[in-house]
């Protein structure tokens, strides 16, 4: 290789770090910090009382005081027994900046198996919907009938798929 790739590669190496940093700052809205979703705390539990109610009875959560829609509710069985249904609800559409990534409006309400119950605000995702709390302790991942847990809180539901209720 000759000079000039190797100083491109550099560059272009350099550049992405910088993107990076900027990035992580806080720099760019990412669209998963507390704030966003009124009810998630940094703990990521969502007051017990609102979340189980949102999630049993299909009322909109709220973000921003404007009510959000539920989508769709699914159950999933998860390997270990252990299980978990998914109340999904869709915010109102915030367009996103020029030149920034699009901002997810969605908030998915979790009741555990294990009894916790948790609101965690829609993330950007390349393929499937990804749900994560601020700090990623927990993430929940759902694609077709197949959803999964990631983090260090979320130990004991891999492997999920939606349960079909006839």
């Known amino acids: 290789m ?3 790739a190797w100083i491109i590669i ?5 550049a992405a770090l910088l993107l990076a ?6 720099a760019a ?9 009124p009810g998630t705390t940094a703990a990521m539990h969502a007051s017990s009382t609102e979340a189980k109610s949102a999630a049993a009875t299909g009322s909109p959560a ?17 390997d270990d027994g252990k299980s ?11 367009p996103a900046a020029a030149g920034q990534p699009p901002v997810a409006n969605g908030t ?11 609101t ?6 390349a393929d499937g919907a990804r749900y994560a709390d601020a700090r990623e302790q927990f993430i929940f991942w759902s694609t077709g009938e197949t959803a999964l847990t990631e983090g260090p809180s979320a130990a004991g539901y891999a492997h999920c798929k939606a349960v079909i209720e006839q």
Do not use: E, K
């Open 2 to 4: 000759n000079r000039t």
């Open 10 to 14: 550099v560059v272009i190496v350099i």
């Open 21 to 26: 940093v900027w990035w992580r700052s806080g």
């Open 29 to 37: 809205p990412i669209p998963q910090q507390d704030t966003d979703v």
């Open 62 to 78: 709220r973000a921003g005081g404007v009510p959000m829609t539920l989508v769709t509710t699914a159950r999933y069985q998860c």
């Open 84 to 94: 978990l249904t998914a109340s999904f609800y869709r915010g109102p559409d915030t």
């Open 108 to 118: 998915v309400v979790l009741v555990l198996s294990d009894g916790r119950t948790l």
């Open 120 to 125: 965690l605000p829609q993330t950007i995702s």
